[in-house]
């Protein structure tokens, strides 16, 4: 099944984006879900996480600024990110996730689906 993320774009320092991604999945509404997000020459790190039951995850670099949400109806999972950095500048992916412990990891590292480009810059 295809993930699709969307709402990326040019943004000032300290402006805002919102980010959707659908999952046309069955028992999307019982799934763990991620948002992760890649720099040229990086690897792809976990920005952050919402649980079936809804209980959520951030990295320390996001936290206090991004927020994340999910509307099962739609099965969809949403990003929202505030007072941006430059160097939030990313293609942001969303996945189905495995919580283990303390980290958040893909649930199949080998179906990311297409990105969507943010680019924080004044």
């Known amino acids: 099944v295809q993930l699709q993320a969307s709402g990326g774009g040019l943004v000032q320092p300290g402006g805002s984006l919102r980010l959707s991604c659908t999952y046309p999945?069955?028992?999307?509404?019982?799934?763990?879900m991620g948002w992760f997000r890649q720099s040229p020459g990086k690897q792809r790190e976990f920005v952050a996480g919402?649980?079936?039951?809804?209980?959520?995850k951030f990295d320390e670099s996001v936290s206090g600024r991004y927020t994340i949400s999910k509307t099962s109806a739609k099965k969809q999972v949403y990003l929202q990110m505030t007072k941006l950095k430059p160097e939030d500048t990313a293609d942001y992916y969303c996945?189905?996730?495995?919580?283990?412990?303390?980290?958040?990891?893909?649930?199949?590292?080998?179906?990311w689906g297409q990105g969507t480009l943010v680019t924080v810059s004044s």
């Open positions: 999945v069955s028992g999307f509404g019982y799934i763990h």
């Open positions: 919402i649980s079936g039951g809804g209980m959520t």
């Open positions: 996945n189905q996730v495995t919580i283990r412990g303390t980290d958040w990891v893909p649930y199949n590292d080998r179906n």
